[in-house]
C-alpha cells in the first residue's frame, strides 16, 4: 500500500527557492514513477514535473524547466521538489503522485496514469 504525504510547502517571495518532499509510508517505492502536479485556485490540475524508477529519466513542464529540479531517494522513500527562481504564477497546491510502472525507465505526465495521490502542501510566492 502506498501513502503519500508531501511537505515543505510555506509562503516565500518571487525570486526565492523552495524544496518539497514526499514520503511514501509503504515499502515498495522504488516500484513506483512518480511525479509532481499543481493545482492553482480555479484550474485544472496540471504536470510538473516526473521521475522514472530508476531516476534516471525525468520530464518536466515547459513553465518550469530549467528552475526546478524533481529528484528520488528510493533508499527514503521521498521524491523532492527543488523550486528556484519561484514566481508568483508558481502559486499553488502542490502534489506527489506514484504511478505502478513495470519500467524502470518510464516517466509519466498523464494524472490518469497515477494510482496514489498526496495530500497535498500550498506553496504561495508573493510579488
Known amino acids: 500500500q502506498v501513502q503519500l504525504v508531501e511537505s515543505g510547502g510555506g509562503l516565500v517571495q518571487a525570486g526565492a527557492s523552495l524544496r518539497v518532499s514526499c514520503v511514501d509510508s509503504?515499502?515498495?517505492?522504488?516500484?513506483?514513477?512518480m511525479g509532481w502536479f499543481r493545482q492553482a485556485p480555479g484550474k485544472e490540475r496540471e504536470f510538473v514535473a516526473a521521475i522514472s524508477r530508476n531516476i534516471f529519466r525525468t520530464d518536466y513542464a515547459d513553465s518550469v524547466k530549467g528552475r526546478f529540479t524533481i529528484s528520488r531517494d528510493n533508499t527514503k522513500s521521498t521524491v523532492y521538489l527543488q523550486m528556484n527562481d519561484l514566481k508568483p504564477e508558481d502559486t499553488a497546491v502542490y502534489y506527489c503522485a506514484a504511478a505502478a510502472s513495470g519500467s524502470y525507465f518510464m516517466v509519466v505526465r498523464s494524472t490518469t496514469l497515477y494510482d496514489y495521490w498526496g495530500q497535498g502542501t500550498q506553496v504561495t510566492v508573493s510579488s
Open positions: 509503504g515499502r515498495t517505492f522504488s516500484n513506483y514513477a
